[in-house]
């Protein structure tokens, strides 16, 4: 399977622990989003990366979230002191080789609970 | 800010008929706007992308308006299966491409 993978696909946390989120996007795709998403809406963005560079970050990413996409591969979304308001799906995206930015790919995500 | 809405309530339609979702959208002018569908406890996928000089776009069963004026696309399901359904989601793009923003979506049920 060559698509977005993200790791762990479920995640049980108790409130104040740390979490880190893993994603592998597709390999030639040089853009890569985080998004989260609660039941019945739609994504909302949390952060874009080109390459390395994290250029894009969502006035709602309080500054106990973090993400990194070292050497432009995979990236990691971390979240720290956890709250019950951050359960949600978090999802990753890729874009761009010949698919070009438009289309984005998404991995399953990974489905965050805090009790 | 911008706002994208879609219908909240679900579609219920018979197998064989034309589904016909909307989305709204204010305060923006998107170059680009895309559907996806979702499934449960998956991410969204690609469907189809219109241009914002782009009327209508058609792929197999689909088919796409854009109306820039009235800030409004449609989106329609002719022949619909129940394998169709899904929750549809529409999104519009930032400048640059650096962000996408995504309607609620609208839940579609194809009954046998």
């Known amino acids: 399977d060559t698509g977005v993978s993200q790791d762990p696909r479920h995640k049980i946390t108790k409130r104040g622990q740390n979490v880190t989120f893993r994603c592998d996007p597709i390999s030639e795709h040089n853009r890569l989003y985080w998004y989260r998403q609660t039941l019945g809406q739609g994504p909302e963005f949390l952060t874009y990366f080109q390459n390395e560079a994290q250029l894009e970050k969502s006035r709602l990413l309080s500054d106990r979230f973090s993400a990194e996409r070292p050497k432009g591969s995979f990236s990691t979304l971390e979240i720290q002191r956890t709250e019950q308001g951050d359960s949600a799906m978090y999802l990753c995206?890729?874009?761009?080789?010949?698919?070009?930015?438009?289309?984005?790919?998404f991995g399953s995500g990974t489905q965050l609970s805090v009790l | 800010s911008q706002k994208i809405e879609q219908n909240s309530e679900a579609l219920n339609i018979q197998e064989g008929k034309t589904a016909t979702l909307t989305c709204n959208y204010t305060?923006?002018?998107?170059?680009?706007l895309q559907w996806y569908r979702q499934d449960p406890g998956r991410g969204p996928v690609f469907l189809l992308l219109i241009r914002e000089n782009e009327k209508e776009k058609r792929k197999e069963r689909l088919k796409v308006t854009f109306d820039t004026t009235l800030k409004q696309s449609l989106f329609h399901i002719t022949a619909s299966q129940p394998a169709d359904s899904a929750t549809y989601l529409c999104?519009?793009?930032?400048?640059?491409?650096?962000?996408?923003?995504f309607g609620s979506g609208t839940k579609l049920n194809v009954k046998p």
């Open positions: 995206a890729s874009s761009g080789g010949t698919e070009g930015r438009e289309k984005l790919f």
């Open positions: 305060n923006y002018s998107p170059a680009y």
């Open positions: 999104a519009l793009d930032s400048d640059n491409f650096n962000k996408f923003y």
